[in-house]
C-alpha cells in the first residue's frame, strides 16, 4: 500500500500556554514495497509522524493516505489504519507481559477476535518470519534474551498481518550480534514485499538498508531523497548537526587528496576498497 502525505500538521496542546507545533505542513510519499529511513534530532518530530502514519496520532490538518484510506482532521477513526500499519515502538520488549511467548505473540489477534485455529495458525508462521524456534511457545520471553524478547514484540505485531511495519530506534540496547540478526529479519520481510519503515539515529544502517530517506528538523521536511542524494548534501548535514555514514566521512576525506574525487554513492568498506584499487590501476592522481 501507497502512503501519501500531504500538508501534514501536528499540534501538542493547541490554544494553551504550552502549545506546540510538532509538525508542519510535512509531505511525503512512500510507494509500496519501499525500505524508508526517518532520521533526525530529538524533537524533529519523527515519532509524531510515524504516529500519525500507524492512526495513533490525528492530523490537527493536512492528511496521511494510506492505499485508499485517508486520516485527517475528522473521519474515519484510526482503526481501519492500523489493520494495515504495523508500528512497533522502541524498546518493545518492555511491553511484553503474557506468561508464555505464544499467549504475548497471540494478545493483539485475540483482541482482534481471531479465533483458534487460525490464532495459533498465525502465531506459529510469525514465529517463524521472526526467527523464533517452536520449542519457545511455552517459554516465558522474560527467560528469554534481549534479542529475543525483541523478536516475540515484533512477531507479535507481524502475526496481525500489517502492510507496513513501522520500526521505532529497532536495534536500541541490542549487542551486535542481536543487532545483526535484527536487520537480517528486515531485509528478509522487505524482499517478501512489505513496506518498511525505519527510524533511526544509526546512518551506516540507512545507507546499507534504505532506498529512501527523509529527514525532519524542528517538525519539517527538510531533505528527502536517495541515500547518495541526501547524504551528498554535506552543508546540509552540518547545518543538522547530524553524523554522516562512517564510509562517506572517510571517502571525503580521501577525496581532499584525490583528483577526480570517488562518488558518494559508495557505501560499504568493500565498495571502497575497490573503488580505490581501479582508481589506481587506471593511473588516477592524488595531491
Known amino acids: ?116 485455529p487460525e490464532r495459533s ?46 520500526l521505532d530506534e529497532p536495534s536500541a540496547g541490542l549487542d551486535p550480534k542481536g543487532e545483526e540478526e535484527l536487520f537480517a529479519l528486515l531485509k528478509k520481510l522487505h524482499q517478501q514485499g512489505k513496506t518498511i519503515i525505519l527510524v533511526t539515529h544509526d546512518m551506516n544502517h540507512v545507507v546499507r538498508y534504505a532506498d529512501q530517506v527523509f529527514v525532519l528538523a524542528d517538525g519539517k521536511l527538510v531533505l528527502s531523497g536517495t541515500p547518495e542524494e541526501v547524504f551528498s548534501q554535506e552543508q546540509k548535514w552540518q547545518e543538522l548537526s547530524l553524523e554522516l555514514p562512517h564510509v562517506t566521512q572517510l571517502i571525503r576525506k580521501i577525496n581532499r587528496k584525490l583528483d577526480p574525487p570517488l562518488p558518494l554513492s559508495i557505501f560499504t568498506l568493500d565498495a571502497l576498497e575497490k573503488a580505490l584499487q581501479k582508481r589506481f590501476a587506471s593511473g588516477g592522481n592524488s595531491q
Not at 67 to 86: C, I, K, P
Not at 138 to 144: G, I, K, T, V
Open 121 to 166: 495458525r498465525r502465531v506459529r508462521r510469525a514465529m517463524d518470519l521472526v526467527g523464533l524456534a517452536p520449542e519457545l511457545w511455552d517459554r516465558s520471553p522474560f527467560h528469554l534474551s534481549g534479542g529475543q524478547m525483541r523478536r516475540v514484540a515484533i512477531a507479535g505485531v507481524l502475526a496481525l498481518q500489517p502492510d507496513i511495519l513501522i
Open 1 to 116: 500500500m501507497e502512503i501519501v502525505i500531504q500538508n501534514l500538521s501536528v499540534k501538542y496542546l493547541p490554544n494553551t500556554p504550552f502549545e506546540k507545533e510538532a509538525l508542519s505542513r510535512v509531505g511525503l510519499r512512500i510507494p509500496k514495497g519501499s525500505f524508508a529511513a526517518v532520521v533526525g534530532g530529538t524533537g524533529s518530530g519523527k515519532s509524531t509522524l510515524i504516529q500519525c502514519i500507524a492512526g495513533l496520532i490525528r492530523p490537527g490538518a493536512g492528511h496521511v493516505r494510506v492505499g485508499d484510506l485517508v486520516w485527517d482532521a475528522r473521519g474515519q477513526s484510526g482503526a481501519s489504519l492500523r489493520r494495515h500499519v504495523g508500528l512497533v515502538f522502541q524498546y518493545p520488549e518492555h511491553q511484553l507481559f503474557a506468561e508464555t511467548v505464544a499467549a504475548d505473540i497471540a494478545f493483539g489477534l485475540k483482541n482482534r477476535g481471531t479465533e483458534e
